[in-house]
């Protein structure tokens, strides 16, 4: 069909862009490295500091699927409509995707331009048809990166991009679907504020466990590793002397439900647990009816 062939058409030349866009990257990498070998060492540092750098972890255009929008991995999977694939792959059942893709992703991904250092922002024109990836396939590369541990490289053979493109989109997408969020009343993170939660919370907990009498959610920590940083403040306030290596701390609760009530996220995991979780035992004292406690093992703050 014609607009098939646009399409692909549009496609090709884009790839094409993306294609130099490596080239030139890699010459770069290998400039560098060849520098700092005759810096280092002369003729043989250089060689084998040129060596390293062609065999940097990343793919181009020609190992990976043609058409990033045609028989990739991703829109086999989306195609499913599977809640356990959803889950496995992205966290989210088939139905939660939907809902924020139609809540504000695919309108404000449309709208908005892909940021690019070579493009001023405030002048670029979006240009939906001749992305790589639509709305859909922009929301579900978010979700597979926030929820799993794998190499960038699974991301571009999964979805068929460069590695380029693949930080471009992750930039963009991650920052509207933060936007959209904020704007989302059922992905709000909030204490209860009426007595009839908490009642509503204990009740669906003692019908289970009814020794829990005023319990109204489960609280749990949470420490995520991270890079060493080369600055050595952060690197001082990441390290955990108690389990000697560098780390986030974060704090969940959870009402029965399964939805946050309360998160800490992001602190430095040089800081005491009692620290960290200092604003919520402030909602417990002040803005918890007596006799309703969160339940926790003997290591929770």
Known sequence: ??????????????????????????????????????????????????????????????????????????QQLYASCNDRAFITTMGIDVSTFHFILEHGFQRSWQMHPIERVDVDPSTAQPCPPRRSLDAAGALGLVFHWLTSSMRETSLQQIFALTPATTNRYLQTGIETLHNVLLTIPDALISWPTHMSEFQE??????????LLVGAFGTVDGLNLPVQVSADQ?????????????????????????????????????????????????????????????????????
């Open 1 to 74: 069909m014609p607009e098939d062939n646009d399409l692909e058409a549009v496609l090709t030349l884009d790839e094409v862009l993306e294609e130099m866009e490596e080239e030139d990257l890699e010459e770069e990498e290998e400039e560098d490295a060849l520098l700092a070998g005759f810096v280092l060492g002369g003729t043989e540092e250089s060689h084998r500091a040129r060596n390293e750098a062609r065999r940097r972890r990343y793919l181009t255009r020609r190992e990976l699927l043609p058409n990033p929008r045609k028989d990739t991995p991703w």
């Open 201 to 210: 919370y204990s009740d669906l907990i003692t019908a289970l466990y009814p």
């Open 233 to 301: 403040e952060i690197e001082n306030a990441t390290y955990n002397g108690w389990l000697h290596d560098h780390f986030v701390s974060n704090i969940l609760t959870f009402c029965p439900k399964g939805t946050l009530l309360h998160a800490v996220l992001n602190a430095p995991g040089s800081w005491h647990d009692s620290h960290v979780a200092r604003d919520l035992y402030d909602l417990l004292l002040t803005k918890t009816p007596p006799g309703y406690y969160l339940v926790a093992d003997t290591a929770c703050p």
